[in-house]
């Protein structure tokens, strides 16, 4: 439980206490834990979304307040460790400079333009989902992000230097717990888009491909993994995978 526990003290601000002392392997169990929170959250948003078109509300505005609601749950970390990547990745430094522009709190050019996309296009596809009757892709899009970041520990990534939390969670996922939930994953994306069995399953292997591809070129730009990229492989493979099952296929 202590896994648990950990996972949505970490991951949201729901009033749920971690242990007092954590180390690799609490740590270990709470990233095995992530998507159990993505899905309770990927439930809440998918939700959300329903209540507010109930009320009247556009799917438009249902979208921009469900990825607002989704932020403000998760403390903004994600969008942050997103903001934060692109900056670095946008430098022309050595990894230790890029580290230091991560670390220094700001958001730059690429931080701004990287949120804005992907706020702009999880809520829009949150909206056309919505309005085609596709309310599972919602929340099976919000659980694969977390699903991401269990792929993003696996062993065979090193901590960046300086990073406290990538120090605790890197390297902690064994193939027996990363390939069930990628599994799991590829599976709910059957069931996220009626009559199009297939274009969900699509749409949660691009947003983990592509998730994985950002992890291993940001491991080896920044010389290691953070927190801040494991933000960064959350929103990305979230946003990639509403984008592709909101498709409208022929």
């Known amino acids: 439980m202590n896994g648990i ?8 601000v729901l009033p749920v206490a971690g242990p007092d002392e954590v180390d690799r392997a609490v740590a270990a169990r709470a990233i095995a834990m992530a998507p159990v929170v993505g899905i309770v959250l990927g439930a809440a948003a998918a939700g959300l979304m329903w209540v507010l078109g109930v009320a009247g509300a556009s799917f438009a505005v249902a979208g921009l307040i469900v990825v607002g609601a989704l932020a403000l749950i998760t403390r903004g970390m994600h969008l942050d ?6 900056d670095g990745l946008g430098s022309y430094g050595p ?31 949150c909206a056309s989902l919505a309005g085609s009757g596709r309310w599972v892709a919602i929340g099976a899009a919000v659980a694969t992000g977390r699903v991401a970041v269990v792929l993003a520990c696996r062993r065979g990534y090193e901590p960046a230097p300086g990073s406290g939390f990538g120090a605790l969670v890197a ?7 990363a390939v069930p939930w990628a599994v799991i994953a590829l599976a709910a994306g059957f069931f996220a888009v009626p009559g ?4 969900g399953i699509l749409a949660a292997a691009i947003g983990l491909i592509a998730a994985g591809i ?6 080896t730009r920044f010389g290691g993994l953070n927190g801040d990229i494991l933000g960064a492989a959350l929103e990305l493979s979230t946003t990639l ?5 909101a498709f409208v296929v022929r």
């Not at 526990?5 to 949201?12: P, Q």
């Not at 460790?81 to 692109?86: C, H, K, V, Y």
């Not at 390297?171 to 717990?177: C, E």
């Not at 199009?196 to 274009?199: A, D, E, I, K, T």
Request: aromatic fraction near 12%.
């Open 214 to 219: 950002l992890v291993r070129h940001c491991v």
């Open 81 to 86: 460790g997103l903001a934060d990547t692109f």
């Open 171 to 177: 390297g902690t996922q064994s193939p027996r717990v």
């Open 95 to 125: 990894p230790e400079r890029a580290r230091e522009i991560m670390k220094s709190g700001g958001a730059g050019p690429f931080g701004v333009a990287a949120m804005i996309f992907a706020i702009g296009l999880q809520a829009f596809s």
């Open 5 to 12: 526990r950990l996972a949505f003290s970490w991951l949201t």
């Open 196 to 199: 199009r069995w297939w274009l």
């Open 241 to 245: 995978t509403l984008v592709v099952a």
